[in-house]
């Protein structure tokens, strides 16, 4: 018969057993949920930088590898793939070859989209647009972009960039993460989690969204474009909205004012710093900075996006009217002015993200309304930029994630046709930040389907932006799952060629 005292601890060893498994399961589905509970998140240390040069607020990367040329970058995505051929990549010999079947020597049995795989006929299609040279460099530009046309020797255009992407997810997830697959972080969660903030009252990463006059259609741009991947959430891009409240749930709620806010945060914090101390997991330390921030940001931003502050000389520049609208462009060129006033105030990545670029269908009309969207705000922004001495350390750039075939998807008509997906060459143009201004960089054989000098990929040019930025592209990384991340994976090499 067991004493009372064997049935204590008999008890006491079922409890410690029963506790230990259910420990091991806990364990188990802390480490499924989140992953960073059980890793460390370190960023491989950085070579010493030039006296001074050192990143922001909250920066992984204690000092930079290189002397930043930029300090920040306003990267203007044109969602949906533009037409190099239309815009940039000008070919005089394609009016001779129009109507004609695109050569299987030039094709080279590459992979095509499932939309036009089924054609029996592909033929070639010379743009219906008129093309001039200008600037220094002698630069060809097409008449659907008169005011881009202006700052040609102020920019620098890559007619060489490539992807092995064809279509549209893939391809943008591959643009701006680094990888076809979803999540990992966005170039912009990169350099926030890498070179930290400049301002403690906005974000150090902002995006903005505006839908063009082209497709209406177009692809839909997922969240996770400007996400932070697996490092922590406080990286991820805000998005600023075009019309109400800028940011959702920011201003205070009726019947709470500023001070019951500030109570209601100290509380808030207090609880969420003894969860932390109490379970380790470092993203409620992101949830407390995240209230922070929101509070912060409820001074900081309507001052950010109060436009009257502008000269009427200023909003003429970017097409908009005394209350800072555009008719018919979606909210981008007020998107682009509120770029630069951010640039002003040290956020660090903006991005502006304009639907409609994709023409399968009815692209000269189509074009032209995209074209007529973004043309004078994106030259303006960077005149803008140039005038307030801000393009030489901002780094901007334009285009999206492919271009388009030669040849014509469905019917070619006298006037009207469409493309279809190519990644095999497209066009991109930089400014600012380190770049070398009025280059043209790559080309492309007559046919604008494959690059014959000077090819850019997607990581190459990942890599050249990290570099204006002064962060060696193989030195950011994130350890996640037994190995370091980076943006670039295992590939991409800086084109020199472009900086200044």
Same mark, same amino acid.
């Given at each position: ?22 420990g ?10 989140n992953?960073?509970l ?12 030039a ?16 002397a930043p ?35 299987e ?19 070639c ?29 102020d920019?620098a ?60 259609t ?9 996400g932070?991947?697996?490092? !922590? $959430? ?5 998005? %600023?909205?075009?019309g =109400?409240?800028?940011?959702?749930? *920011?201003s205070?709620?009726? &019947? ?14 207090q ?15 992101t ?7 929101a509070?912060r940001?409820?001074?900081?931003v ?18 908009l ?12 060129a ?42 004078? !705000? $994106?030259a303006?922004?960077?005149k803008d %930029?140039?005038n307030? =001495?801000?393009?030489?350390?901002? *780094?901007?750039?334009?285009? &999206? ?23 095999r ?7 600012g ?11 492309t ?8 000098k ?10 050249t ?22 943006l ?13």
């Amino acid at each position: 018969m067991l004493s009372d005292t064997n049935i204590s601890t008999l008890l006491t060893r079922r409890q410690l057993f029963g506790r230990t498994s259910a420990g091991i399961g806990t364990a188990a589905l802390a480490s499924l949920l989140n992953p960073a509970l059980l890793s460390a998140a370190t960023a491989t240390p950085a070579s010493p930088a030039a006296p001074g040069v050192s990143p922001g607020v909250g920066a992984a990367l204690k000092a930079l590898q290189f002397a930043p040329k930029a300090k920040r970058v306003i990267y203007l995505v044109m969602s949906g793939g533009p037409s190099h051929i239309d815009l940039f990549d000008y070919k005089p010999s394609l009016r001779k070859i129009h109507g004609t079947e695109l050569p299987e020597a030039i094709r080279q049995g590459q992979r095509l989209t499932g939309m036009t795989s089924g054609q029996k006929s592909f033929p070639c299609v010379a743009p219906m647009f008129d093309f001039k040279q200008y600037g220094k460099s002698g630069a060809w530009v097409s008449e659907l972009l008169p005011h881009t046309s202006q700052i040609v020797d102020d920019i620098a255009i890559v007619k060489s960039m490539h992807t092995e992407a064809i279509n549209h997810d893939p391809a943008i997830t591959f643009l701006q993460t680094g990888s076809q697959q979803p999540g990992r972080p966005s170039l912009g969660a990169w350099l926030s989690y890498g070179l930290g903030s400049a301002n403690e009252n906005l974000p150090a990463f902002v995006v903005m969204i505006s839908q063009g006059s082209g497709n209406k259609t177009d692809q839909p741009i997922f969240s996770r474009l400007w996400g932070s991947g697996f490092v !922590p $959430s406080q990286h991820q891009g805000v998005r %600023l909205r075009t019309g =109400g409240d800028p940011v959702l749930y *920011l201003s205070n709620p009726a &019947g709470i004012d500023g001070e019951s806010r500030r109570t209601m945060l100290d509380a808030s914090a207090q609880l969420n710093k003894m969860a932390a101390d109490a379970f380790g997991d470092p993203e409620i330390n992101t949830r407390i900075a995240q209230y922070e921030m929101a509070f912060r940001m409820q001074a900081s931003v309507p001052d950010l996006t109060d436009l009257k502050q502008e000269s009427k000389a200023t909003l003429d520049m970017y097409g908009l009217d005394a209350d800072g609208n555009h008719p018919t462009d979606g909210g981008y060129a007020r998107n682009c002015l509120l770029a630069r006033r951010m640039a002003e105030r040290g956020v660090r990545f903006v991005q502006l993200m304009h639907r409609g670029w994709d023409q399968h269908s009815s692209l000269p009309k189509q074009i032209r309304g995209q074209c007529k969207d973004v043309d004078q !705000p $994106s030259a303006a922004l960077i005149k803008d %930029l140039k005038n307030r =001495g801000l393009l030489e350390d901002t *780094l901007v750039i334009w285009g &999206g994630e492919f271009g388009r075939t030669i040849y014509s998807q469905g019917t070619l008509s006298k006037d009207n046709h469409g493309r279809d997906h190519h990644g095999r060459c497209f066009t991109m143009w930089m400014a600012g930040g380190g770049i070398k201004p009025g280059l043209v960089y790559g080309e492309t054989d007559d046919y604008s389907y494959n690059i014959v000098k000077d090819p850019v990929h997607i990581h190459d040019f990942n890599a050249t932006v990290l570099r204006c930025l002064g962060i060696d592209h193989e030195q950011l990384t994130y350890r996640f799952q037994g190995r370091n991340f980076r943006l670039t994976d295992v590939h991409g090499n800086v084109v020199k060629a472009l900086l200044a």
